[in-house]
């Protein structure tokens, strides 16, 4: 089945630093790639997305490629900010399938400290 | 405009009580779904909902039932609750199902 593999946290940077989590995913045919964000005691944020290979994601500074031949979708921003501590999950949602469900990664904390 | 709800945002059960999870949506959404977060497994799909009078299972449906009476809300139904139901839970909507969903605050559930 389909499946999402993401790096293991926490992770822990200070400000400015160069952030990349990776997330590699098994899926069959061209399925859309998600990094959705939980800041603490909130609910899940759609962070960034691609549908199809070599679409660039980007928002708020992050940025995320979809590498089809090394099925990977890795997050990267190039200066973290103590705002941006939180949850950052890498998802998939399947192309073809009647539930459209979206299957998650196990999520990687990231604290920035200033 | 106040996006998803859910109500209500923690909840202590003893084993074998029921309770409804409320989820509602004011964006018009055709597509609900609800999710179960757990430490270290990320989250889970249980039920979801194409539109009103449609419903079906995700991947984690058994101990859970919902319906969709109105395009707005959708609930979540433990009938006997368990200690393995202790857990975060998400309601999310979207226009379709292959549209951006959007999650609700999620609700906080331990069962004793």
């Known amino acids: 089945g389909d499946s999402v593999t993401q790096m293991e946290g926490p992770v822990t940077l200070s400000e400015e630093a160069f952030l990349t989590i990776n997330c590699t995913y098994t899926a069959t045919g061209y399925p859309s790639l998600f990094w959705y964000v939980q800041y603490p005691g909130e609910g899940l944020q759609l962070l960034l997305k691609?549908?199809?290979?070599?679409d660039k994601g980007s928002n708020k500074g992050f940025e995320a490629t979809y590498r089809k031949e090394t099925t990977s979708f890795h997050l990267e921003k190039g200066s973290v900010q103590v705002s941006d501590s939180a949850v950052y999950f890498c998802?998939?949602?399947?192309?073809?399938?009647?539930?459209?469900?979206?299957?998650f990664g196990k999520g990687t904390l990231l604290t920035v400290n200033p | 405009n106040a996006g998803v709800t859910q109500t209500p945002k923690f909840q202590v059960l003893k084993t074998g009580q029921s309770m409804t999870l409320q989820c509602a949506q004011d964006m018009n959404h055709e597509y609900m779904s609800w999710y179960r977060q757990d430490p270290g497994m990320g989250l889970r799909l249980i039920h979801y909902s194409v539109g009103a009078g449609i419903t079906d299972q995700g991947e984690v449906p058994n101990g859970y039932n919902v319906s969709r009476s109105t395009t707005e809300d959708f609930p979540l139904r433990l009938l006997s609750a368990a200690p393995s139901q202790t857990s975060v839970y998400f309601c999310?909507?979207?226009?379709?199902?292959?549209?951006?969903?959007?999650f609700g605050p999620g609700t906080r559930l331990l069962v004793l």
């Open positions: 998802a998939l949602r399947a192309s073809g399938g009647s539930n459209y469900k979206l299957t």
């Open positions: 691609a549908t199809k290979a070599d």
């Open positions: 999310a909507s979207s226009y379709g199902g292959r549209e951006t969903q959007y």
